[in-house]
């Protein structure tokens, strides 16, 4: 699945960025982390387009899935729940629920990421509004995450239920991966919150 792949490394990188713009001011690499910023900016950019892309064709299956479900096949991702909506409409809307809600809170992840980008300056990268940022993107991952597990756990008692279910795993497998990643990027969060009140606090006394 593209977000599998895609959410993990840019995780990884930007937490990376990070760690390299303290390593920036005490080793003067500005040219350096400037261009893995932009790199970084730019893959962000992409990562997004792919996961609306992703959101928008999830919707469009879905009501295809309700009024005309032998189009199915023809569509992004090609998930036919039609066999559950026959069985159960409540647990079909309850898992495509999960599935969009979980897709679009992964594209508003990445577009967070992108105003973080944008406005961040990187001469004083320590102010509220990227502590702010950073506090946001540690909720929504989390947010992805613990509902990432509670689809899986739901899907996985579905089967035991008769329900076929194969076909929804691609969309939660990374679940723990998003719950790490979101207490790495909660406590990155908390560090950038305390630098920023210590620096308003020298600035004050200055």
């Not at 999960?98 to 406005?119: D, P, T």
Request: charged share 15%; proline share 1%.
């Amino acid at each position: 699945m593209f977000c599998l792949f895609t959410a993990n490394i840019y995780c990884l990188s930007i937490n990376i960025y990070y760690v390299c713009d303290i390593i920036k001011h005490l080793t003067g690499m500005s040219k350096t982390n400037n261009f893995v910023f932009k790199g970084l900016h730019i893959v962000a950019w992409l990562i997004f387009v792919g996961l609306s892309i992703e959101a928008g064709g999830l919707l469009v299956n879905f009501f295809f899935s309700l009024y005309n479900p032998e189009f199915v096949q023809n569509l992004y991702q090609k998930l036919d729940l039609s066999e559950m909506y026959k069985e159960s409409k409540l647990v079909f809307f309850g898992v495509y629920s999960f599935i969009i809600i979980i897709s679009i809170l992964k594209a508003f992840l990445f577009y967070i990421v992108i105003m973080l980008m944008h406005k961040m300056d990187l001469t004083k990268p320590f102010n509220s509004f990227v502590a702010r940022q950073i506090l946001q993107l540690s909720y929504f991952t989390l947010s992805i995450g613990l509902l990432s597990h509670i689809a899986r756990q739901l899907t996985k008692s579905l089967k035991h239920q008769g329900f076929v279910t194969d076909n929804l795993n691609q969309f939660w497998a990374d679940s723990q991966a998003f719950i790490l990643m979101g207490a790495v990027v909660y406590i990155i969060a908390i560090i950038f919150k305390k630098g920023v009140d210590i620096q308003n606090e020298n600035d004050l006394t200055v």
